[in-house]
């Protein structure tokens, strides 16, 4: 059994343990004990030595001299006992207010430390956190100072894995000013509950959870979605945005979602992008300018003006924005619709517009311009023969995703340093129905292996980043093999219709010099997705059927399919000319400035009284369904 001897001490270690409140608590005790006990001392037996003779005189001057070393310096005139007893007390009160001031010290350091570390809850409201740390974090973040531009004061919450002080540091260096949006960092588990308690989700606008780099991203994606499934929701639950990289995950990540969360299928969204552009030019380019926030964005609209009206009619209902679908009162989405569709009361309009105040109704129709419309007969598209260089996770589903566009008799030739997974294009390889595959295992930075390829043969170039490598190791090799094909290209005189992955927006800027037709960085038009989804999560569903293959989807086709070549006609001459072929023209791509930044040549949303003339080789932009 425990004597009082351990007890009382076991009480007083507890008492410790609490930290600096229980230490100056301490002090406190001692200081009053101390004065208190030297008081009576003084006042039993040296009360002549009080001006006063009394027992408050005699506890405040003890209490003085405990507090002010100075004070004892007065004592020469009291009798021996007294000036003992004054010095005794100060040098009491010199070692605990020492001991104050390194409890005081030390507690504030371990404040400071705490503080520094991001393990306080934020008190915001309206803000967009963004749970996990990544490369991602770099577009989301311009595209919410963007979005929230207009706004007095905005905030974007971020809870990352690494040290506080290196994520704000890092998010300075690339980023810079953030203008009127305040940018909070919180160090922590995206995974552990307690630290998504950190983040004040309950009065978040929206909560957007991040792939991690290294292995097997979309399992820590999973466990996030599940800490945020089943935590305490107090008030509502804000819109959740998640992405995963392997298809094969997507179904586990929407169960963990609970039914509260949009997940973009990142490997799906990529592989159809990579092998529709290259096939047409300038698709990414289209792609980013309707998901990011500087340009055109997707708004829904009510407009009951325009019941009863036919969707073909309201093509040309706006001047500075365009109608490309309906959302029906039930909240199905349908874009480009067939052109006799009746619009209803509950129906919105789905349009792309700069601004929200650009959507106005036009007073009158323009004018169009029939004679200069073109019927051209629809012919059988030939088999064509596509090369594709390097290798990666994706590229089974790229090769699949091919087969869905071209014509029976098509070839597609893979060369790459290893197809290590020959077991999923085997698989791949069973379920195609146009597509021969070959296969070549070879250095595709390598200039004799390129010359040996015959590149000019083809009518399509992909080249792919090895995920393998490091991602900016795979882009200097990518980089390498695009150099060596325009250098190719140019000295032979030929042309061919290069599109390329990249895994860093920044090395696209320093691929523009190999003049490959279109990159494609999935990183970041997923990124632009999540964002947008963030915003406006009613989008969901128009985003989830642009990019779906079973319905209508983004095709620039050639002008002279729908105007004479060198004749100015209206851009609405052009969406009359789509219409009659069943597809909604949404702008236009001038190939002359294809290699112009920032546009690449694309006008994306022109006015429908705007005057174009087309070239030869210059494209409209459509929603099709082929």
């Known amino acids: 059994m425990a004597t009082r001897r351990e007890r009382l001490r076991y009480w007083f270690d507890n008492t410790m343990s609490k930290g600096t409140p229980a230490l100056i608590g301490w002090l406190a005790l001692v200081t009053v004990v101390m004065v208190g006990s030297f008081g009576v001392l003084v006042y039993v037996l040296a009360r002549d030595d009080l001006p006063h003779q ?9 209490l003085m001299r405990a507090m002010d ?18 010095f005794t007390i100060t040098i009491g009160g010199l070692l605990i207010v020492s001991s104050l001031v390194g409890v005081l010290t030390t507690g504030l350091d371990n404040k400071l430390t705490e503080l520094r570390k991001g393990r306080s809850k934020i008190v915001e409201s309206g803000h967009t956190t963004l749970i996990g740390w990544s490369d991602q974090i770099f577009t989301i973040i311009p595209e919410l100072v963007e979005a929230n531009e207009s706004e007095s004061k905005s905030c974007v919450a971020i809870l990352g894995d690494r040290d506080k002080l290196e994520m704000e540091e890092e998010l300075r260096s690339r980023l810079g000013s953030t203008g009127k949006t305040r940018v909070v960092v919180r160090s922590g588990s995206p995974t552990e509950p307690t630290d998504l308690d950190l983040m004040s989700l309950d009065t978040a606008r929206a909560a957007i959870v991040l792939s991690p780099a290294g292995d097997d991203p979309d399992a820590h994606v999973v466990k996030t979605l599940l800490a945020l499934t089943n935590r305490n929701w107090r008030r509502r639950r804000p819109p959740i945005i998640a992405s995963v990289t392997d298809t094969t995950n997507l179904v586990a990540a929407e169960l963990a979602g609970g039914g509260h969360a949009q997940v973009v299928d990142t490997d799906d969204i990529a592989s159809r992008l990579i ?31 325009l019941t009863g009206f036919p969707y073909g009619e309201a093509l040309f209902a706006y001047e500075t924005a365009s109608l490309i679908g309906i959302r029906h009162g039930d909240g199905s989405v349908v874009l480009n619709p067939p052109m006799n569709t009746e619009i209803t009361q509950d129906d919105q309009m789905i349009v792309v517009a700069e601004d929200d105040s650009a959507i106005r109704l036009v007073r009158s129709f323009p004018p169009v311009v029939e004679g200069a419309i073109t019927r051209p007969a629809r012919q059988a598209t030939p088999p064509e023969r596509t090369l594709l260089l390097g290798w990666n996770s994706r590229a089974p589903k790229i090769v699949q995703e091919l087969d869905h566009y071209v014509s029976p008799g098509s070839t597609l030739h893979v060369a790459a340093t290893a197809v290590e997974e020959s077991d999923s294009l085997d698989r791949a390889k069973v379920a195609l129905r146009n597509l021969a595959v070959n296969v070549k295992e070879c250095d595709t930075t390598d200039r004799v292996t390129l010359e040996a390829l015959d590149v000019g043969t083809f009518d399509h170039i992909i080249v792919l980043a090895d995920d393998r490598l490091e991602p900016q190791h795979g882009d200097s090799r990518t980089l390498v093999t695009l150099l060596h094909l325009r250098d190719m290209a140019s000295k032979s005189g030929q042309r061919y219709a290069i ?31 999540m964002t947008q989804l963030s915003e406006n ?90």
């Open 54 to 62: 009394n027992w408050n005189e005699a506890l405040w001057g003890m």
């Open 69 to 86: 070393a100075g004070t004892v310096a007065g004592d020469n005139e009291g009798s021996p006992l007294f000036t003992v007893l004054g």
């Open 275 to 305: 092998v529709q552009s290259c096939r047409q030019s300038g698709l990414s380019v289209v792609c980013t300018d309707l998901l990011d926030f500087g340009g055109d964005e997707i708004y829904l609209r009510p407009e009951p003006k």
């Open 499 to 529: 599109v390329s992955e990249m895994n860093d927006d920044r090395n696209r800027r320093l691929a523009q010099v190999t003049k490959a037709d279109d990159f494609v960085v999935s990183d970041k038009l997923i990124s632009l997705l």
């Open 537 to 626: 999560p009613h989008l969901g569903q128009v985003f989830r059927f642009l990019f779906d293959s079973a319905g209508s989807e983004i095709y620039l086709k050639p002008a002279t399919d729908y105007v004479q070549p060198g004749v100015s006609v209206s851009f609405a001459t052009v969406i009359y000319s789509a219409r009659t072929r069943g597809e909604t023209a949404i702008g236009y791509r001038v190939l002359a400035e294809a290699a112009s930044p920032p546009a690449y040549g694309v006008v994306l949303n022109p006015g429908k009284s705007a005057a174009v003339t087309f070239g030869p080789r210059d494209l409209v932009i459509v929603l099709a369904e082929d």
